[in-house]
C-alpha cells in the first residue's frame, strides 16, 4: 500500500516538475516580426561588404542613374542603401541627363539560417500528455547574410557597355551557442567595419588570382573566389 502511494506521489512530482520546466521553457519565447531584426541587420551588413568591395572612384563627381535588379528582398529599401553609399563615395544621382546608367544586378541578397543540436529536442511526451523542454548539451544557431552584386556601367542614350565592375560578395554572420542546458553566447561580426577601401584602392590581403574573366578592363576589381 505504501509503495503504491509512493509510486503515485513519485509520478505527480515528476508530472509536475515537467510542467513547470515546460512553462519556464515557453514563456520567454517572443514572437520576433518578419523578417527579423537579425535578418535585417545581417542582411544590410552584407550590402555594405559588397558595395565597400567595388571600385567606383571613376565615378566620383559624375551624374548617375542607378537602378537595381533583384530576384527577391526588399528591393526599394536596398536601392536607397545603394544610393547613400554611392553619395557617401562622391557619386551624383541623377536621373536628369545622367552621364552613366548604373545597373546593379543582385544576383543574391538573403539569408540562410542553419542549426546543430545534440541533445534532445522539446517534444510531447507521448504517455502524460506534457511538454518536455529541449536540452541542449551543445546548441548552435548559424544566421548568414549574403549578397553578391554585378555592376554594368552604360552609356545612357545607346545602352552600350562602358566597363563592369564584379560580381563582388558581402557576407555576414550571427551565431547563438548554447552549451550544457544553461550557458548561452552569441558571435558575430555585424558591428565590424567593411572590408576593402572607400576610395577603390585594392584590398590587402586580397589580390585575385587566375580570377579576371575575359573582357574586363586591366584595373576593374574582380571577386575574390
Given at each position: 500500500m505504501r509503495f503504491g502511494r509512493a509510486r503515485r506521489a513519485a509520478k505527480l512530482a515528476w508530472a509536475g516538475s515537467l510542467l513547470l520546466t515546460g512553462a519556464c521553457g515557453h514563456s520567454i519565447l517572443l514572437t520576433p516580426q518578419e523578417p527579423s531584426a537579425t535578418t535585417q541587420l545581417l542582411i544590410v551588413?552584407?550590402?555594405?561588404?559588397?558595395?565597400?568591395?567595388l571600385d567606383l572612384s571613376r565615378l566620383a563627381?559624375?551624374?548617375v542613374d542607378l537602378e537595381l535588379v533583384a530576384q527577391a528582398g526588399?528591393?526599394?529599401?536596398?536601392?536607397e542603401v545603394m544610393k547613400e553609399r554611392l553619395r557617401e563615395r562622391g557619386v551624383h544621382l541623377s536621373s536628369d541627363a545622367p552621364e552613366i546608367k548604373l545597373v546593379v544586378l543582385a544576383t543574391v541578397l538573403g539569408t540562410d539560417r542553419g542549426e546543430t543540436l545534440v541533445g534532445s529536442p522539446a517534444m510531447q511526451l507521448p504517455i502524460v500528455s506534457l511538454p518536455a523542454p529541449e536540452i541542449a548539451l551543445f546548441k548552435w544557431i548559424r544566421h548568414r547574410g549574403l549578397v553578391e552584386l554585378?555592376?554594368?556601367a552604360l552609356e545612357p542614350g545607346s545602352g552600350d557597355l562602358m566597363a563592369k565592375l564584379g560580381p563582388e560578395i558581402g557576407r555576414a554572420k550571427h551565431d547563438d551557442f548554447t552549451i550544457l542546458i544553461a550557458i548561452n553566447f552569441t558571435v558575430s561580426d555585424v558591428d565590424d567595419q567593411p572590408e576593402g577601401a572607400e576610395d577603390g584602392r585594392e584590398r590587402p590581403g586580397?589580390?585575385?588570382v587566375d580570377a579576371r574573366p575575359d573582357g574586363l578592363a586591366e584595373g576593374v576589381p574582380v571577386a575574390n573566389p
Amino acid at each position: 500500500m505504501r509503495f503504491g502511494r509512493a509510486r503515485r506521489a513519485a509520478k505527480l512530482a515528476w508530472a509536475g516538475s515537467l510542467l513547470l520546466t515546460g512553462a519556464c521553457g515557453h514563456s520567454i519565447l517572443l514572437t520576433p516580426q518578419e523578417p527579423s531584426a537579425t535578418t535585417q541587420l545581417l542582411i544590410v551588413r552584407s550590402l555594405d561588404r559588397a558595395i565597400a568591395q567595388l571600385d567606383l572612384s571613376r565615378l566620383a563627381g559624375r551624374r548617375v542613374d542607378l537602378e537595381l535588379v533583384a530576384q527577391a528582398g526588399n528591393l526599394a529599401f536596398a536601392k536607397e542603401v545603394m544610393k547613400e553609399r554611392l553619395r557617401e563615395r562622391g557619386v551624383h544621382l541623377s536621373s536628369d541627363a545622367p552621364e552613366i546608367k548604373l545597373v546593379v544586378l543582385a544576383t543574391v541578397l538573403g539569408t540562410d539560417r542553419g542549426e546543430t543540436l545534440v541533445g534532445s529536442p522539446a517534444m510531447q511526451l507521448p504517455i502524460v500528455s506534457l511538454p518536455a523542454p529541449e536540452i541542449a548539451l551543445f546548441k548552435w544557431i548559424r544566421h548568414r547574410g549574403l549578397v553578391e552584386l554585378e555592376v554594368e556601367a552604360l552609356e545612357p542614350g545607346s545602352g552600350d557597355l562602358m566597363a563592369k565592375l564584379g560580381p563582388e560578395i558581402g557576407r555576414a554572420k550571427h551565431d547563438d551557442f548554447t552549451i550544457l542546458i544553461a550557458i548561452n553566447f552569441t558571435v558575430s561580426d555585424v558591428d565590424d567595419q567593411p572590408e576593402g577601401a572607400e576610395d577603390g584602392r585594392e584590398r590587402p590581403g586580397h589580390r585575385p588570382v587566375d580570377a579576371r574573366p575575359d573582357g574586363l578592363a586591366e584595373g576593374v576589381p574582380v571577386a575574390n573566389p
